[in-house]
């Protein structure tokens, strides 16, 4: 057991030392928005009362990876299954990387592998949240940001 920041705790699983799922990434990286505790406390007391949105990724799988695409991305379907009922699959022929140079409006965790992740985030946040730091994405992905 060791205590480590945000930061630290992604650089531990970009180093595979530490393993954790897309979601907890995510969540890493948009602690990364905050240097003290302090701070985190501030904005969260601060936005409290602002509301929340019920989230489903949904993964899309490409020919060399996979994505977890969020509300707010343009691939993000209209109606996504929250239940896990209708098993809703959607694949491509196509690559990450022209998946990518192909859009525009992101909210997506791109997954190479176990230990490769990348957020690309360009919309606004709802209800006054932070969007995620993007750490360590592939310079040729950044292009359309």
Avoid at 16 to 25: C, D
Avoid at 39 to 52: I, K, P, Q
Avoid at 112 to 121: E, G, P, S, T
Wanted: proline fraction near 6%; charged fraction near 25%; include cysteine.
């Amino acid at each position: 057991l060791q205590w480590s920041s945000p930061l630290e705790a992604i650089e531990r699983f970009k180093s595979q030392e530490i393993w954790f799922a897309p979601p907890q990434f995510y969540e890493l990286c948009r602690l990364c928005n905050f240097s003290s505790l302090h701070e985190l406390h501030e904005f969260s007391s601060d936005r409290a009362l602002e509301g929340c949105e019920r989230w489903m990724p949904v993964t899309l799988t490409a020919s060399d990876g996979y994505m977890q695409i969020l509300p707010g991305d343009e691939l993000y379907p209209e109606d996504p299954d929250y239940t896990g009922e209708k098993k809703l699959m959607m694949s491509t022929d196509k690559k990450v990387e022209d998946l990518m140079k192909e859009g525009s409006v992101f909210h997506r965790i791109v997954i190479k592998n176990i230990n490769d992740f990348a957020l690309y985030v360009n919309i606004q946040a709802k209800y006054k949240h932070k969007n995620p730091v993007m750490i360590n994405s592939p310079s040729d992905y950044n292009s359309r940001l």
